[in-house]
Structure formats: C-alpha cells, structure tokens
C-alpha cells in the first residue's frame, strides 16, 4: 500500500493499493465515467435503486452517475489553495459528535435532481488533511447490506489498522513516513 498525493498542498492524498497501477480515486472516477461499468452495476442493482430512490430507468442512472462524477472530480481537484476539506468531508456515522484519531469520512456527490448516490471514503489525518481509501455508489442506507460498499467500509479499516500499525497518528507523522519512503 502506498499512497499519492492528490493536491499539490498536501492536503489530500489517495491509497494506491497493491494491485493497482492507480490510486484510488483516479479507478473511482474511471469507473463513474465508464458507462459500460455502470449499465452491468445498476442492472445488478436495480431493485436497490428503485426501492430506495425511486429510479428504473438504467439509462437515467448512468447519466445521472456520469454529471454528478464530473462535478464531484471537479469539486476535488479544482480545489483553491484555501478551501476547507472540512466542509467536503463529514463523518462515515452520522451519529458521531467528537472527533476521532484517524477517524473515518465520506465525501458526497452533490446532484441535484435527487440526493447523490456517490461516496467518496477517507481518513481523517487532522483538520484539512484526508487519504482517499475508496468510493462507492452507494444505494442502501447502510454501508453493511451490500458487498460492495462493505468492501468499502473494509478498505477504510485496513488503511486505519495500516496507518496505525506503522505509528501514524496524524499528519506529522504521516509526512515523516512519506519522507522516509522516498
């Protein structure tokens, strides 16, 4: 596991797992701007989306997929020097109302013709500091009730348990580890 810095600032960064030539988010949005990949997954999954949002037209979510996908990147990597990642990224449990050591995030799409499906997952470093660990098109009111984004919830707890296990706390020592690697 290595991981690659996103923004210039070093305020975002993105997992680059072992089997991937790419960092997470750039297979995220490959697959979001893919409609091939996303005709099978929302045919595999039309039950969720029409149960939960109402939509039954494949054709409709692949679009919808596709422009939210576009602005979400655009929102990620158009970033000005001072934007506050805080505002982007909010907890993973909507229930939690402390700050935690490398606490757990999401990012949401933004669409606007209905709530966004699209997740983003990442550590929090510190205030303003995030890894990318995945994304996910997410269709269920939890993360536990389908494979793929339990997948996801599985990456944002190895990534933690990795973090840790090498004495990364924060983004001090986050830095000092990415020194040492290069």
């Not at 602005?71 to 000005?80: A, F, K, P, S, Y």
Request: hydrophobic residues 40%.
């Amino acid at each position: 596991m290595k991981f690659e810095r996103i923004l210039d600032n070093g305020r975002l960064w993105a997992v680059m797992y072992d089997e991937n030539n790419v960092n997470i988010l750039e297979k995220v949005f490959e697959q979001w701007n893919d409609y091939e990949w996303l005709r099978a997954f929302f045919t595999r999954h039309v039950e969720d989306l029409s149960s939960f949002f109402h939509i039954t037209d494949i054709d409709r979510a692949v679009f919808d997929t596709v422009d939210d996908a576009n602005e979400l990147e655009c929102l990620i990597l158009d970033l000005d020097p001072d934007a506050n990642l805080d505002d982007l990224f909010r907890p993973l449990e909507n229930t939690r109302l402390s700050e935690v050591l490398l606490g757990r995030e999401k990012a949401k799409g933004q669409y606007h013709t209905h709530t966004s499906w699209l997740r983003l997952y990442a550590i929090r470093l510190e205030s303003g500091r995030y890894i990318i660990t995945g994304g996910a098109i997410k269709l269920t009111a939890t993360m536990q009730e389908r494979e793929h984004t339990l997948e996801e919830l599985n990456k944002l707890n190895r990534v933690r348990d990795h973090l840790i296990a090498l004495g990364i706390f924060d983004y001090d020592g986050f830095e000092d580890y990415n020194e040492e690697s290069d």
